[in-house]
């Protein structure tokens, strides 16, 4: 069947941490270790809560600061220098940009409530036809009812989409659903594979 729709995760895939020096010195001016840092920002119980829209992103990044013991206008500070390292992949997002009109492409991120306004602000919000975004749905991959809902919005059938992710729950999530699905490791060999499985599936 021919490839109709194409879905993609956010972070990890269209944005990722390039460069880890600016989140080391961060973790090391504030006393504790790196991977610490990156579990109260990911993997706390604010930051599941603002995933699924309970809280706000401010919210979560408010109980970080919290959590480190310094002041709001210090978190402010600690926002932009944790994700300083991070490079959005231009690449991909111009591949994704000239499949439209002839294929949808759709997001589907477990992400906070400020990541729609983060790609409308960095002018590439025209990409996508649908954002599926659990903040704002109340739902976080792998559950298969966010696959679905995106697919509801775009009228596609999972058999004819292909979902692009990191994680490999996620990426088995899809497969689990009857979408074509392929996990994200390298950039350039990523995108080959990407162009090939469209040109299989014409």
Not at 138 to 161: C, F, H, Q, T
Not at 166 to 185: E, R, T, Y
Request: charged share 25%; with cysteine.
């Amino acid at each position: 069947m021919t490839l109709r729709a194409v879905c993609v995760d956010f972070g990890g895939v269209l944005l990722r941490t390039e460069d880890q020096g600016p989140r080391l010195r961060l973790a090391e001016r504030l006393g504790v270790p790196a991977g610490q840092l990156e579990k109260l920002v990911f993997e706390s119980r604010s930051s599941l809560q603002a995933s699924t829209g309970e809280i706000t992103e401010e919210a979560h990044w408010q109980s970080v600061g919290d959590a480190l013991g310094i002041s709001r206008q210090e978190t402010e500070i600690l926002t932009a220098e944790f994700f300083a390292g991070d490079r959005l992949d231009t690449d991909l997002v111009e591949f994704l940009r000239g499949l439209r009109p002839q294929c949808r492409i759709g997001l589907i991120s477990n992400a906070w409530s400020g990541l729609r306004a983060y790609i409308t602000r960095n002018h590439f919000a025209d990409v996508f036809d649908e954002m599926v975004i659990s903040a704002e749905v109340g739902l976080v991959k792998p559950d298969p009812r966010i696959y679905r809902l995106a697919l509801e919005r775009m009228n596609v059938p999972p058999e004819a989409s292909l979902f692009l992710d990191d994680m490999p729950a996620n990426v088995q999530a899809a497969l689990s659903i009857g979408m074509h699905a392929l996990q994200f490791v390298q950039p350039a060999e990523t995108l080959a594979e990407l162009k090939r499985l469209l040109s299989d599936h014409r």
